[in-house]
C-alpha cells in the first residue's frame, strides 16, 4: 500500500512538474511572440519613416527641377538678349567704322576738289 502511495505521489509531482513545464512554454512562447511583434513594429516603423523620407525627397526633386526649368528658360532668355545686344552693338562699331571712312573719303575728295580750284 505504501508502495502504491508512492507511486500515486510520483504520479502526481510528475504531473505538477509537467503541468509546470508547458506552462513555462506557454509563457515563453508568449514572451517570443511579443517580442517577435516589437521587433516586427521597430522594423516596420523604420520602413514607414523611410517610405516617408523617400516620398518627401522625391516631391523636393520635382520641386527642384520645376525650378531649374525655369532658371534655364530665363538663362536662355538672357543668353538670346545679351547675343541680339551683342550683334546690335557689333553693328553699331560697324556703322561707326563706316562712318569713319566715309568722312575720310569725304575729305580726301573735298581735299582734292580744293586743290583743283585753286590751280
Known amino acids: 500500500m505504501q508502495q502504491q502511495m508512492e507511486m500515486e505521489e510520483r504520479r502526481g509531482s510528475l ?4 503541468l509546470r513545464l508547458v506552462e513555462d512554454y506557454h509563457q515563453n512562447t508568449n ?3 511579443e517580442n517577435a511583434e516589437l521587433l516586427l ?3 516596420n516603423g523604420g520602413v514607414q519613416v ?3 523620407n523617400e516620398k518627401l525627397i522625391e516631391a523636393e526633386i520635382r520641386a527642384l527641377a520645376v525650378t531649374v526649368a525655369r532658371y534655364l528658360k530665363q538663362t536662355n532668355q538672357w543668353l ?3 547675343h541680339s545686344m551683342n550683334s546690335i552693338l557689333k553693328e553699331i562699331g560697324d556703322f561707326e567704322n563706316w562712318m569713319k571712312t566715309m568722312d575720310y573719303e569725304c575729305k580726301s575728295i573735298n581735299a582734292a576738289l580744293k586743290k583743283i580750284c585753286n590751280s
Open 41 to 43: 513594429d521597430t522594423v
Open 15 to 18: 504531473e505538477v512538474y509537467l
Open 50 to 52: 523611410s517610405f516617408t
Open 80 to 82: 538670346a538678349t545679351s
Open 31 to 33: 514572451l517570443i511572440r
